[in-house]
């Protein structure tokens, strides 16, 4: 029996997935539970305990406890096969050649002893002074790195750990002149950074005074890759380990530094984690949503304008995956220092409050162009359109990006959508995009024109079936008077005197306006009038019916996201099936110009 065979016998799937996903008996042989790789309300996730297999029917997600615990941990097949392999006793035999991260763990570890073993004294008394409490302090495994150039060198000396060892792990510098080796870390407090999964991959330090650096990171190594590490995340994640569907449980907040995070899990803020110097990554947001979290906010130490530029530079695709905000403490004091001065309330009030990332790119791309010309509407949906263009219907973050887009620049959300769909095929914003996506009265407009082409030839009220919901209340008054007339004067005649008189008579002049053509051209002329007024007809029906429809698309675009499953996949069949009718009636309408 090979190693992989022997973890599988030894485990089973439902305790390894039931540490992720809370678990409910669905039959003989099969749990149910959420999905932990898609956001969803009702179970569609299932474990089958006889054949050790899960599978999602909403993400389609599925394979055995390796595959399970690759996806949630963002681990590759051989972490994973070792992860498993620990917690079933079993030893996994490493291929010649095969790199591994264990023994930068394991010197790691070694480290982190001898920090810990000097932290009485400076380093501990700073700690203190900080307002941190000897809980909080074992709990984070603080320490001290002592002064002196080669105190962990030669402790290693003494305990089997090779100079190899510690330079591969960043724990030792070398002199590129002489070849000399000595400790990074000397005279300062040691915070030991973990990564999602609890291992020791490196360290940062703080120094006591005001020397430089103030603060130190392991550097770039095997297992310390500062882009894809936050540090506190193996804390925080417990806070949402239970997903999306518990409430309040899945908003991290990221701010500054270690002592922030820190002092923040102190005082009861467990979502609190920090990057290691770098803006937050694409590799942060894939890491974080396969963890449960949903929302983030930003706690930086800047006034709004500093903020404002945080939201601006933010990674899109952290925007694109999570609710943002972006936040201070009213105070001005950071973090750590506001809540050691016993302003709880503050931070609590920091957190409720803040710019939201959607709302201000788009406040901020309506004030950086004119809204109300073309080319700068132009220029604010193009400079949008990187978090707009994802048009899965349960994607909520580009939703609500169209959705804040079409308010301030007047446009139809459905068409917005429409115009976002085709892009592929068209790089262009056109003047004739955006006016067919204009929401200034676009149903109204057409109403008039259709009753245009009606008092041109009143017979052509025959092509309509009655059931339209008109808009425009004159139109409306007009379409019931007219039934059976013979004339435009016949309609006319009913609303002499009336206030839609002047609409009528404008209406008709514009309709027939034969300018300077001859008396000899005119039943030519009429002829031709007749005949557009019935193509006209056709034309704005269709396009009255493609709005109906897309109307219809959008009610069932918010509604799908909250139903339940069943109903959710009934739902997406009939945007579907609406969408095609939408393109058949605008092929339909091609055929006919």
């Not at 446009?411 to 115009?419: G, M, T």
Request: some cysteine.
């Amino acid at each position: 029996m090979g190693t992989k065979e022997e973890v599988r016998s030894r485990l089973s799937i439902a305790d390894v997935v039931g540490e992720y996903v809370r678990l409910t008996p669905a039959g003989k042989g099969r749990l149910k539970g959420l999905c932990p790789f898609h956001k969803e309300k009702s179970p569609s996730f299932q474990v089958d305990t006889e054949q050790g297999y899960y599978y999602c029917f909403g993400c389609k997600a599925g394979g055995d406890i390796f595959s399970f615990v690759q996806q949630t941990e963002n681990l590759s097949f051989g972490d994973a096969l070792r992860k498993l392999a620990e917690k079933a006793g079993v030893q996994v035999e490493l291929k010649y050649g095969e790199k591994s991260s264990r023994d930068l763990y394991e010197v790691n570890a070694f480290a982190l002893a001898y920090f810990r073993e000097h932290l009485p004294g400076p380093g501990l008394e700073y700690l203190r002074r900080r307002g941190l409490s000897d809980e909080t302090i074992a709990a984070f495994e603080l320490g001290y790195a002592p002064e002196g150039w080669d105190g962990l060198l030669k402790l290693a000396r003494t305990r089997g750990v090779s100079e190899r060892q510690l330079l591969e792990a960043g724990l030792l510098i070398e002199n590129p002149e002489n070849g000399r080796v000595y400790d990074r870390f000397r005279g300062r407090v040691m915070f030991p950074i973990r990564d999602h999964l609890g291992r020791l991959v490196g360290f940062g330090g703080r120094v006591l005074g005001d020397e430089k650096p103030k603060y130190l990171n392991t550097p770039e190594t095997e297992a310390f890759k500062k882009g894809e590490l936050l540090y506190g995340l193996d804390k925080a994640r417990s806070g949402f380990k239970d997903g999306p569907g518990k409430e309040g449980q899945s908003e991290v907040v990221v701010v500054e530094g270690y002592m922030d995070v820190i002092t923040m899990h102190q005082h009861g803020f467990t979502g609190a984690v920090a990057s290691l110097g770098t803006a937050l990554t694409a590799d942060h947001a894939t890491l974080l949503e396969r963890l449960g979290a949903q929302s983030i906010t930003l706690m930086f130490d800047q006034d709004e304008a500093g903020l404002k530029a945080t939201l601006l530079g933010l990674d899109q695709v952290i925007g694109a995956k999570f609710r943002v905000r972006a936040t201070s403490v009213p105070s001005g004091k950071d973090p750590a220092d506001a809540l050691a001065a016993g302003d709880d309330a503050g931070i609590r009030q920091a957190l409720a409050s803040g710019l939201d990332e959607a709302h201000y790119r788009v406040q901020a791309a309506v004030e950086k162009y004119d809204s109300g010309t073309s080319d700068g509407k132009r220029k604010i949906l193009m400079e949008l359109l990187p978090r707009m263009q994802n048009l899965d219907p349960l994607d909520e973050g580009a939703e609500r990006m169209r959705t804040l887009a079409c308010e301030p620049l007047g446009l139809k959300p459905e068409a917005l959508f429409d115009w976002i769909a085709g892009r592929s095929k068209r790089k262009m914003l056109t003047d004739t995009h955006l006016a067919a996506m204009s929401t200034s009265h676009a149903e109204e407009d057409r109403e008039v024109a259709l009753l245009k082409q009606l008092l041109v030839d009143p017979s052509l009220l025959a092509k309509l079936d009655g059931s339209m919901p008109w808009r425009n209340e004159a139109v409306r008054k007009v379409m019931l008077a007219a039934q059976g007339a013979q004339s435009p004067d016949a309609i006319l005649e009913v609303f002499r005197g009336q206030p839609e008189e002047p609409l009528l008579i404008r209406l008709m002049f514009e309709g027939r306006d034969a300018g300077t053509i001859g008396r000899a051209n005119s039943e030519q002329y009429e002829q031709k009038v007749n005949g557009y007024a019935a193509a006209a007809v056709d034309d704005i029906q269709v396009t009255m019916s493609i709005d109906a429809m897309r109307s219809e698309v959008d009610l069932l675009k918010k509604q799908v996201s909250s139903a339940p499953l069943p109903e959710q996949l009934s739902m997406l069949k009939q945007i579907q099936e609406l969408q095609r009718a939408i393109e058949a009636e605008k092929r339909g309408r091609r055929s006919l110009a």
